[in-house]
């Protein structure tokens, strides 16, 4: 089992940059997939961004390639979430997951949760 704890959310001009972080504790993180998902007030939970257990592959969503980087750091027990190139249609409650799934995209492949970190972009 893993708990995870989201940070680094807030309140931040278009065009800025925000990096969210998620500590996980346990002995075990190396061994998931981590990944990152946001909702948005209204909407459905949608994927962003997952990383796999060594690092060395990732996956974004179309509506962040290019802006978002997903990274990990097996050492430190974290996952980052480098946001650049914010646009308002970004503002969301961010979460971060841990699953077993390769690089899924679904919330149905990843078993924890964290408590999500609020992004609010202005235009």
């Known amino acids: 089992q893993v708990q995870l704890v989201e940070s680094g959310g807030g309140l931040v001009q278009a065009g800025g940059s925000l990096r969210l972080s998620c500590a996980a504790s346990?002995?075990?993180?190396?061994?998931?997939?981590m990944g990152w998902f946001r909702q948005a007030p209204g909407k459905e939970r949608e994927f962003v961004a997952a990383?796999?257990?060594?690092?060395?592959?990732?996956r974004h969503a179309d509506s962040v390639k290019g802006r978002f980087t997903i990274s990990r750091d097996n050492a430190k027990n974290t996952v980052t979430l480098q946001m650049n190139s914010l646009i308002p249609e970004d503002t969301a409650v961010y979460y971060c997951?841990?699953?077993?799934?390769?690089?899924?995209?679904?919330?149905?492949?990843?078993?924890?949760w964290g408590q999500g970190t609020p992004v609010t972009v202005s235009s």
């Open positions: 346990g002995r075990t993180f190396s061994r998931y997939v």
């Open positions: 990383i796999n257990r060594s690092g060395g592959g990732t």
């Open positions: 997951a841990a699953g077993n799934y390769g690089l899924g995209s679904l919330i149905s492949d990843y078993d924890y």
